[in-house]
């Protein structure tokens, strides 16, 4: 009984795991990105400091 | 529907949480504006998503399943306001990597789980994400009055203190917002409770005055009735047989 509940909680976790790379995939067609180019560089080099107002 | 009750859902005046994107983001009014505006929309549009496969969420693994909705829908967020409404993508970094955490710890807070009705799911998750954005303009604001000396970008002050505009500055200006919205809280929930009383007292009343208009018969008098109906039903039958013998 309790092995049929977690299973039941992890499949219904995998289900929206597959729904959030599902939603990204869309977009990434959707608006033609290239994961290969620097499109998501700003977020490796992104460090939690103070904002500036957002006039960089 | 669960009525909203503001001293459980709002975790930054009552827990204390959810300080990082004030403190380090809303040091202008328009920033905090636009926080809150890609605030509400990722909010709403995650709880679309988490309403549509409602049947199939085990609450154990509620916030979890949260977190995975918030990072597709933050993608999505992150893809659209980089390709049509701001173009120095580097500024808008900062808000989509505040937003996981800001929205993931207005969920934690979430009562709407059990709401089996969409209106109210979606109103409660509009006003919890309303409450947090309260708190980020009123903090951008006085951080940007006091601190730059500005308002909206227009200068005010010839220069403002500088203490404002720093973490310390933030935390400061948080607390007093928190210390207002108590205050403020406390005072409504009083009324409320003093309204819901009179309302309470007036139906009573009115329950009074309708007894009083209506009264209740005696039980002597509802056996007399009672007695008399059947006698009169009684009667015709009795008439009847006599004149068939």
Redo the contacts between chains.
Sequence with gaps: MKFKKVFSAWLCLMFFALLCVSIMLVTNVAFNKDSSSDYFSRYRTFEFRQSDGGER | MIKHNSQTLSPIAFYGIGL?PI??????T??AL?FSAVLLVCMVLCNL?YFA?KP???D??RI??YV??I???E??ID?VLS?FVIK????I??FV?YLLSATVIIYMFETSSKVKNFNASMLDCVIMAGEYAMCLVAVGLFREFLGHGTLFGARIFKSGIAFFV??AGGVFVTLVYVLVYSILTANIGKKRTAYSGLVDRYELFLEDKFMELTPMKSLDEMVNENMQENAVSEEPSTSTNEEVK
Excluded: D, H, M, Q
Aim: with cysteine; charged share 15%; hydrophobic share 40%.
């Design positions: 990082a403190v380090l983001l809303c040091t202008t328009l920033n636009k998503l496969f199939i969420v085990k154990e693994v979890p399943c995975l909705l990072i597709g829908v993608y999505f893809s390709e120095n993508s580097s500024s970094t900062e990597s720093s973490n």
